[in-house]
């Protein structure tokens, strides 16, 4: 435990660290596609009532279960259609987890176990990215996350039967949420850590301590309402949902998001980079019995849960950056256990404050090269800047990792670290600020609100731009566009408009209207006489046309 300074600097450090992470949850447009689309579900449930069926742009949207999307409509109603409101659940999740990592390191191998694995998570720039970004991936991670320590608790109480139970219907708590929240991977990833456990550390107490019976009643209870009323409400949900979003997206190319079998290693790796060292070495080094076997063996469930996240979506024909979150904390939990720490810390600071320089002069040269970008050289020279200041954050804490490592100075030489790669993951989302108009529809609804009448209709042709709705506060109408409205299109087809002619002839008819279209698009309207006039042009070759 510290004493005297060092925990009046702990406490003022943590203090510092609440507020920045808070902060930067504000201030950034919403980025396309994975921001626009899980604002716009939940102020969409607010706006329209149905808290069962989740609606898209006002379609049928049954993809993924509603939990984020309840919170976060809370959220909206409570502070306004705002960005930050609409990521405040996310931050939580972020920080809630990066508590239970600290706990769950202190109450396994002690305070400064907990330090490390604490530092070692807020210096990931995945964890911290996703901790800031509007997706599901950082609630699934926390209550992932929360199931795996609820359980680990659960069985370091085992010689208290009341704790232990308490423990244990917490965890099957969490994985229910887990599962209301991204689907059956809730379920999968702790019931397979279970198994593959009990099965090597032949372990059965473990398994007649799972209290079953309450257990599975509780996770009924929490899941199955939302699963029996959503089938009730859609005849098709329980085949749309259980085949086609899980089993055929893991088994079959159907979303068009395949990636080679190393993906989510090479993710993995950048997204830690600065204890990259370390996590090979606690991935490679299979875990040998620190307990007798039958006993509970906690850095054999660490292990095992990391290994089976990375080799299962590494199976999936459906890869995106984000899958991989839920083993990052896990991981560095793993790496804080003393057995690893004491054996390999000098060589792994220096390895993370090598990885810090390279990753600057990285930036600094890919910074050099902006100043002649093809997106104009008023945002080249922005981001010049921006990456400038992110390398010397990266270089300034490799020096100070690098001193202090050689004073034998480990843990605050892993904090300067740590605290460097959090600050220039912190920069880079402000920097983010300077792309608003490559990954975001804000500026096209700031310039339809100073253009279009009360009620004019608006369509989007032959693309669609996820964030748009939220920031009109009202839908839009697709035009010659399905993609993942397939299933809402097909219930109401005449919420939409299925081919250019088809649009061409409405477009005629109306005194009235907008549209955002490709450019592509609008130059083969305009060859077939279309009425139509630009009222602005924006990055990714889009155009904003009127009726008149």
């Known amino acids: 435990m510290p004493k005297g300074r060092d925990t009046t600097l702990l406490g003022v450090a943590a203090v510092c660290f609440t507020v920045l992470w808070f902060a930067l949850l504000a201030g950034r447009p919403l980025f396309d596609p ?21 609606h898209l742009n006002g379609l049928v949207y049954l993809e993924k279960p509603p939990l984020q999307y309840w919170i976060t409509a809370l959220s909206l109603h ?11 659940w996310t931050g939580i999740a972020g920080y809630l987890s990066l508590a239970i990592v600290f706990a769950l390191g202190r109450r396994l191998w002690g305070f400064d176990a907990g330090m490390r694995a604490l530092l070692l998570s807020a210096a990931s720039s995945l964890f911290v990215l996703l901790g800031h970004q509007l997706t599901l991936d950082m609630s699934l991670s926390f209550f992932l996350l929360a199931c795996l320590a609820a359980f680990l608790m659960a069985q370091i109480e085992r010689g208290d039967t009341r704790r232990g139970r308490t423990w244990m219907l917490g965890c099957w708590a969490a994985m229910a949420l887990a599962t209301l929240t991204k689907g059956l991977i809730g379920t999968l990833i702790p019931v397979a850590t279970l198994l593959l456990y009990a099965a090597w550390q032949r372990d059965g107490t473990t398994l007649r301590r799972l209290h079953v019976r309450c257990g599975a009643a509780l996770y009924a209870v929490i899941v199955a309402p939302w699963f029996v009323l959503a ?28 990636e080679p ?61 984000p899958y991989i979150l839920p083993m990052v904390a896990p991981l560095a939990l793993l790496c804080a256990s003393p057995s690893l720490s004491s054996s390999s810390g000098r060589g792994s600071l220096w390895a993370g404050a090598a990885v810090s320089v390279a990753a600057g002069l990285c ?4 910074a050099n090269g902006l100043w002649s970008t093809a997106h104009g050289p008023n945002l080249g020279v922005q981001l010049h800047s921006e ?10 804490a490799a020096i100070a990792c690098a001193w202090l490592a050689g004073r034998a100075r480990m843990q605050w030489a ?73 299933l809402g ?53 889009l155009m904003l046309v009127s009726r008149r």
């Open 261 to 321: 079998w190393w993906f989510f290693g090479a993710v993995l790796a950048v997204g830690i980079l600065p204890w990259l060292a370390l996590a090979l070495r606690s991935l490679l080094h299979v875990p040998g019995p620190s307990v007798p076997r039958g006993q509970f063996d906690a850095r054999r469930v660490l292990w095992i849960w990391c290994v089976f996240v990375l080799a299962f979506f590494s199976l999936s024909h459906s890869k995106l950056i």
């Open 414 to 486: 892993l904090a300067s670290l740590c605290a460097g790669w959090f600050a220039a993951v912190m920069a880079v989302l402000i920097a983010a600020n300077s792309a608003q108009a490559f990954f975001s529809a804000k500026d096209i609804a700031f310039a339809l609100a100073k253009q279009a009448a009360a009620g004019a209709p608006v369509y989007s042709v032959g693309s669609y731009q996820q964030s748009l709705p939220f920031y009109l506060r009202h839908c839009v109408v697709l035009v010659d566009y399905r993609d993942e409205f397939a």
């Open 34 to 54: 994975d921001e626009g689309r899980y604002a716009e579900i939940p102020r969409e449930m607010l706006s329209g009532g149905d808290w069962v069926t989740p």
């Open 387 to 396: 990456l400038t200041w992110i390398s010397a954050m990266l270089g300034a």
């Open 363 to 366: 930036l600094l040269a890919y």
């Open 231 to 258: 089938a009730r409400a859609n005849p098709d949900f329980l085949s749309f949902f259980f085949v086609r979003e899980h089993w055929l997206r893991f088994l079959t190319p159907i979303e068009e998001r395949t």
């Open 78 to 88: 409570c502070f306004g259609d705002s960005e930050a409101a609409a990521r405040l």
């Open 489 to 541: 299109l097909e219930r109401q087809p005449d919420a939409g408009i299925a081919t250019l002619a088809e649009f061409l002839r409405r477009w005629e008819a109306l005194s009235d209207g907008y549209a955002v279209m490709p450019r592509f698009i609008y130059d083969e309207l305009s060859t077939q006489g279309m009425p139509m006039r630009v009222i602005g042009e924006f990055p990714r070759e």
